[in-house]
């Protein structure tokens, strides 16, 4: 019989967490507990560690996500697990999960198998509290808004050109549109608004770059939460409420420290949206973990395209150093679903299919290359998958010149991810070349987003339609044009369409719209729809869940 | 120079919770650490607990409020550390504060001057995440109730009669009518709908005065979220999301363990409001006080004749026992204003004023000794106090037979509180008579009202509107009428109008509205327009506050 990841989650002997951070040189002192098994790092600590050497920062990506699953996170853990069992001091940085997503479909974020950070259910929930501040800090600030104008309006605010949105951490579709401050004079003024998930408020996004307190703060008055009636921008820092907001995140900000089912210390912090957001745990909770572990261990969100070239150009600058390699997680299934293979038939071996899918791989490993990063390709390996297909990809992987590594975590914890941990181990030896970024982020907007299109995505060219082209004028004029580019695309595929798979060619990206996220410090650029708040199915994982009687959880995953 | 209460707070030198909680019997594993100086119990030992002695219980209350303050927790908490200074092992329960109005109006919840519990940033702030997590199930509530009606609305609930809102931990005057759904098929149903501040929430109440996780999951399954398109009512039950709710308060239910400046142990947990709800602390933090300490000292909100009776029928009935002593909290201040002085001229002798408003006094005394509960009267002092209105007061309650204390815990800490002390200890040793509540739970439902009206108001009648009238009729059909009352009044007079002060007499109270909340237990009657969502004033609390570089909070109060 086949443990579920719950049943192998509460299997596990956790280790009290004061001993797991004494694998890295923490003292009590410096943690403050939550419970025997999460912890916060001390600010004081945290500002203590930055004259520390780094690390070698190493980053998991993967290939476009298909309905066949990845598990990158799973195997970032799993390599956390085997750099640790090969004697290296290896520190796994990750995304903390969202509670929505949780209730409404089964699966949660935190690995699987025997690549696992624990405590399981803790995290999935309500964890350290991290999402619950930023909800709070995210509706203050439009109930500050709001009464604002309903105290007199001075700021001259707009409403109807408001672009701050108020979130809850649930998936709740009825709270997508909106209208707030009915019921007359004394209740308000009337206006559209809209809830997104928590996840997806700027704030998580500035949580997660701030490299400290008093950034975080600068960053929180930088945020622009509409127009005025004339126009002209309306800041956080014109409402004179930074400050409240960075109080109610004074804890959030600080990296939470929980282990593997193998006891490797992870760091769980932080987890934007990997569309309008850059996808990525938080600045310092990957620079923390660089100062504390010879090795690092941590991922991004989505696929390359997204999550890798968001972190190497959005999230580097704002950490201590560039990554010393990329992995790039695939899966003989996935690979087919390339090569146009229905889900229903993943079980039947197919060497041409997987030839054909492996287009995509090889654009993810060329734009890797470009950023001048050694690359490993990690086979997540499935039981359905055949010699004959892993043997082809081993040799499409060799005829490119690239590693590539078996990896079987999910069975096999940290002794599955060995192989891998030895050739990442080996590439990260060679000389290394000077990183390399898609632009230079003094380019204009325009030549910005052409050249991620271009050389990323292997597209054409772009099309801007009007409200971009004009919106590109504006943030020029504003001064805002002096900033990275957070693509929101699909993740399902390189070009804006997602039922074009592996490598496609010849297509354009269009552009619809541009948000200014300058508390973030980026300016998204919308290719799509782009859902921000998901709704529950049918029959939300919520109806199984349960607690016993003195409190363990049940029906969680 | 005065300081302030965060001066005089940041100023006290903490004790880590852990040696706290050694002076009342626990070891650090009863414990689930949430930093160095807060804590909640583990529920292996408040189980474990329930075979241990009750100690003596002890209720703070007050008289009807006024703009001139009462400070009935000050009192609570200072009369706690007076006990200890007397050798009497003493553990302390409270409330625990809203987050909403203290981005507000300055103010917090955690006492006063020389006797606040402590770290009181953190539990005006964040604290331990219980409102947090009573936000996110009272909010996935909702949500899944939407989603259910979205998917087909199998149980034909109709969306006009739903009376479960949703809930932010803010005041947030622009959410309290809202219209949700909007934006198609694919977004939800649109219906009106409207937010609370989190503390209103049932799901508060249920948290307050659930016995155990069993009862709590029980409880939750009783809530009635609306009725059908033909009439019949619509429990969570029916919805099968007990389970989930409960998993997501599994931790918020455990009791949170600080200190008070003099390190007396203290309990803060739960906060209902004391209109739509019964106003104390948790049932578990009480309950586990009671089994570790031998005094314990808690409070009810608002004035006696809603806190205290609220405390006495509705809380009591899941406590381990009944008070053993009540205090009720006077200052000349209020007395004076009760007998018609205005707030301008409150520093002036009045010793005929004071004379008019004891009788707001006298008639709170004479409630809490038809409960056959021993009373010590608090006065709690203030500069501007003179010794011939001390005196006044005096006399007046000895020609009353009833003990009086001064009071200058604000000023003196637990030392300011022995007089009371003594006084409570003495009261406590008589022979006790055996509790008497104010009506007969199996009562109907206007007895209950009237009983209320008559003998703690000291009304002459109750006025039911149609509305009521039918909902009286419509409940007992349900089989909900065998259930404590819960009275949403105004706290400023005994009668349902806020101008009438002292002790008003022949007058009549009108119940306007009933609301069923039978997974707390109780069923509210609404005597008026009651504010469940408050707003923000024209500048806002939140723009003095601040956080510096290694978190410390700055203008919070």
Not at 403 to 420: P, Y
Request: aromatic share 6%; proline share 4%.
């Amino acid at each position: 019989m086949v443990l579920t990841d719950i049943e192998i989650a509460q299997q596990a002997t956790l280790t009290p967490i004061k001993e797991i951070a004494e694998t890295i040189g923490l003292v009590e002192d410096d943690l403050e507990l939550f419970g025997k098994y999460k912890a916060k790092l001390s600010m004081e600590k945290i500002n203590a560690l930055k004259s520390n050497e780094n690390g070698q920062l190493i980053l998991v990506t993967a290939i476009n996500p298909t309905p066949a699953g990845e598990g990158k996170s799973t195997v970032t853990i799993g390599l956390g697990d085997a750099l640790n069992r090969l004697g290296k001091k290896t520190v796994i940085a990750l995304r903390e999960p969202s509670l929505g997503p949780v209730m409404g479909i089964k699966g949660g974020a935190t690995g699987g198998g025997a690549a696992q950070v624990l405590p399981m259910e803790d995290i999935n929930l309500h964890f350290t509290g991290d999402m619950h501040a930023i909800t709070t800090a995210n509706n203050a600030l439009s109930a500050l808004l709001d009464n604002h104008v309903q105290q007199g309006n001075e700021l001259n605010i707009d409403l109807r050109r408001t672009i701050w949105k108020r979130v809850v951490d649930l998936n709740d579709r009825a709270l997508r549109k909106v209208v707030v401050g009915l019921g007359g004079a004394i209740q308000g003024v009337p206006r559209e608004d809209g809830f997104d998930i928590t996840v997806a408020s700027e704030i998580m996004a500035i949580l997660c770059l701030a490299r400290d307190i008093t950034d975080l703060k600068q960053r929180l008055g930088n945020i622009v939460i509409g127009y005025t009636y004339t126009r002209q921008p309306v800041f956080v820092r014109d409402l004179k409420v930074e400050g409240a907001l960075a109080l109610l995140l004074k804890d959030a900000i600080k990296p939470n420290l929980v282990q593997t089912i193998e006891k490797t210390p992870a760091f769980v912090h932080g987890g934007p949206f990997a569309n309008i957001a850059h996808g990525c745990n938080s600045v310092l909770a990957t620079t923390t973990a660089l100062k504390l572990g010879d090795y690092v261990v941590t991922e991004a969100g989505f696929g390359a395209d997204l999550g890798a070239e968001k972190f190497l150009d959005i999230k580097v600058p704002n950490l201590p150093k560039a990554p010393d390699a990329v992995v790039i997680v695939a899966t003989i299934r996935a690979l087919k679903m390339h090569g146009g293979v229905l889900k229903s038939n993943l079980q039947e071996e197919n060497v041409e299919a997987l030839k054909v899918g492996f287009a995509n791989l090889e654009k993810h490993i060329e734009n890797i290359q470009s950023f001048n990063v050694p690359v490993v390709v990690a086979i997540n390996e499935f039981l359905t998958d055949t010699e004959e297909e892993i043997l082809t990809l081993q040799q499409l992987c060799e005829e490119k010149g690239v590693k590539i590594a078996r990896c079987s975590v999910w069975a096999n914890g940290g002794a599955g991810g060995v192989e891998l941990a030895k050739a990442v181990l080996s590439e990260m030896e060679g000389t290394s070349k000077e990183f390399s970024p898609v632009y230079d982020v003094n380019d204009s907007i325009e030549e910005k987003i052409t050249a991620i299109v271009q050389k990323i995505y292997g597209g054409r060219q772009v099309h801007f339609e009007k409200k971009a082209k004009m919106q590109m004028k504006n943030f020029a004029q504003y001064g805002w044009d002096k900033l990275p580019i957070c693509m929101a695309k699909t993740q399902y595929s390189l070009s804006d369409d997602p039922t074009l798979l592996a490598r496609p060619k010849d297509f354009d990206i269009t552009v619809r719209e541009l948000v200014p996220k300058l508390g973030a410090g980026f300016i998204v650029a919308l290719t799509g729809d782009v859902m921000t708040m998901p709704g529950l199915p049918k029959t939300p994982a919520a109806l199984n869940m349960d607690v016993d009687s003195v409190g363990n959880a049940i029906g969680l995953f």
